[in-house]
């Protein structure tokens, strides 16, 4: 089933990417019977950037994905009780950790810049993959750590316990990371 999820995506990026979008499941009568409820079998951590929406890039309609967004694509408490609560009662299977190109909250860490406001928690959650990246003291390139962020929260929900851990473990929940190229359009798996 996973599989067959990652590829129904896989090909709706490939539509977008070569510009053939077929804008499925957005027509009045499906967004009815979308409306009495409808399972959610994949779910997406992306980052908040306007240009990186999930249902536009995977060529998506609704219903179909079960989106969390916050800059950066941080596994924060709140994004891992909301993916708790979709593989629970939604049936969701597959989750994907989406980072982008030229990330500005991964940039913001990066520059180790002080930061105004509430913006130092988001900094303070994609540090440890800046420091991973860096070496002698020299500060890595912003795409090098926008990978290690996805990787680093892919892990992060993997052992969240006690039931994301348990359903990677033991029920085939699969979590997975990708980056999206904001100049080509086109999906990285990682």
């Given at each position: 089933m996973t599989t067959q999820l990652l590829n129904e995506l896989l090909l709706g990026n490939q539509r977008f990417a070569r510009g053939a979008t077929l804008h499925p499941?957005?027509?009045?009568?499906?967004?009815?019977?979308?409306?009495k409820g409808r399972p959610s079998p994949t779910?997406?951590?992306?980052?908040?950037?306007?240009?990186?929406?999930?249902?536009?890039?995977?060529?998506?309609?609704?219903?179909?994905?079960?989106?969390?967004?916050?800059?950066?694509?941080?596994?924060?408490n709140m994004v891992l009780a909301s993916l708790e609560y979709a593989v629970e009662h939604l049936g969701t299977r597959l989750i994907i950790v989406l980072g982008h190109s030229n990330?500005?909250?991964?940039?913001?860490?990066?520059?180790?810049?002080?930061?105004?406001g509430h913006i130092g928690n988001l900094v303070e959650f994609i540090q440890p993959s800046v420091s991973k990246c860096t070496s002698n003291g020299h500060l890595p390139q912003v795409n090098e750590v926008v990978r290690e962020n996805v990787l680093h929260?892919?892990?992060n929900i993997r052992k969240a316990e006690p039931i994301l851990s348990k359903l990677t473990e033991e029920a085939g929940l699969a979590v997975m990371g990708a980056i999206y190229h904001l100049e080509s359009g086109k999906i990285e798996l990682l």
């Open positions: 499941h957005q027509d009045p009568l499906y967004r009815k019977e979308c409306a779910a997406v951590l992306a980052c908040s950037d306007s240009r990186v929406s999930p249902e536009i890039i995977f060529d998506q309609g609704l219903g179909d994905l079960f989106v969390l967004r916050v800059a950066g694509n941080i596994a924060s990330c500005g909250a991964v940039t913001a860490a990066v520059s180790g810049d002080q930061v105004p929260n892919m892990k």
